[in-house]
């Protein structure tokens, strides 16, 4: 009886660990990919006030 209870906890921690661990990895991803998205929009703004600056160039150069 005492070993059945025991191999039941032993799957259950295991389980739960796994779930835990899971729940890490979803978290790490969610940072990981906000980060990205992040980045990625900052390059897009960086490129858009990069062509924004160049076409005040070309503006002022042909005034």
């Known amino acids: ?3 059945v209870k025991m191999i039941i906890n032993g799957t259950v ?3 739960l660990r796994d779930m835990l661990f899971l729940h890490d990895i979803k978290i790490a991803t969610r940072i990981t990919f906000n980060r ?3 980045r990625m929009l900052s390059a897009m703004e960086m ?3 990069s062509q924004f600056w160049d076409g005040e160039k070309l503006f002022n150069s042909k005034g």
């Open 1 to 3: 009886m005492i070993k």
């Open 13 to 15: 921690m295991a389980n």
């Open 36 to 38: 990205m998205e992040s």
């Open 47 to 49: 490129r858009m006030v």
